[in-house]
T-cell receptor, first 113, second 112 residues
Framework: GNSVTQMEGPVTLSEEAFLTINCTYT??????LFWYVQYPGEGLQLLLK?????DKGSNKGFEATYRKETTSFHLEKGSVQVSDSAVYFC????????????FGGGTRLMVKP | DADVTQTPRNRITKTGKRIMLECSQT?????MYWYRQDPGLGLRLIYY???????NKGEISDGYSVSRQAQAKFSLSLESAIPNQTALYFC???????????FGSGTRLTVV
């Protein structure tokens, strides 16, 4: 079946540091890949997505590239802000029943001023 | 108005009580889902519905039931709440494609 593995957190960075959150997946066929963000006290929001190999999703300064050869979709940001502190979930929809989302376990990011 | 609305936002209930969590959406999506999130971050699927006449169990359906009253409404019930059902509950919707899910803001349930 499909699965998503994320690096465990928490990830603690200083403001303006470079961020990478690793995500690798297992799926048959050609899944679509997503990053969701959950700010404190809120639900999950779609941050970015990529639907085919070599696509780059980007939003709010975050980027992730769909790497089929390494089955990865790492999230990056060049300069994090305190307001980026949140939990980040990698997810995919694959060829399972009806394009159901499979989530990774989430990675908490804490950015200190 | 939010695309996916959950009520109540917070609820404290006693062990053994029946409780219903409600979800409504204005996205026009056919598919709706209930997830549970526990401390430690992960989301686990409780039930899902691909249309009004379709209800499916997720990975942790024991102790829960659902009702799809209309395309826009999907409610989750705990028939007899127990303390280990204390969690954050999320409703989500999607279309049948690859555009991701839209989540509600969550219901924080505490069973004492």
């Amino acid at each position: 079946g499909n699965s998503v593995t994320q690096m465990e957190g928490p990830v603690t960075l200083s403001e303006e540091a470079f961020l990478t959150i690793n995500c690798t997946y297992t799926a048959t066929g050609y899944p679509s890949l997503f990053w969701y963000v959950q700010y404190p006290g809120e639900g999950l929001q779609l941050l970015l997505k990529a639907t085919k190999a070599d696509d780059k999703g980007s939003n709010k300064g975050f980027e992730a590239t769909y790497r089929k050869e390494t089955t990865s979709f790492h999230l990056e940001k060049g300069s994090v802000q305190v307001s980026d502190s949140a939990v980040y979930f990698c997810a995919l929809t694959g060829n399972n029943a009806g394009n159901m989302l499979t989530f990774g376990g989430g990675t908490r990011l804490m950015v200190k001023p | 108005d939010a695309d996916v609305t959950q009520t109540p936002r917070n609820r404290i209930t006693k062990t053994g009580k029946r409780i219903m969590l409600e979800c409504s959406q204005t996205k026009g999506h056919d598919r709706m889902y209930w997830y549970r999130q526990d401390p430690g971050l992960g989301l686990r699927l409780i039930y899902y519905s691909f249309d009004v006449k379709d209800i499916n169990k997720g990975e942790i359906s024991d102790g829960y039931s659902v009702s799809r009253q209309a395309q826009a409404k999907f409610s989750l019930s705990l028939e007899s709440a127990i303390p280990n059902q204390t969690a954050l509950y999320f409703c989500a919707t999607s279309d049948s494609g690859t555009h991701g899910y839209t989540f509600g803001s969550g219901t924080r349930l505490t069973v004492v």
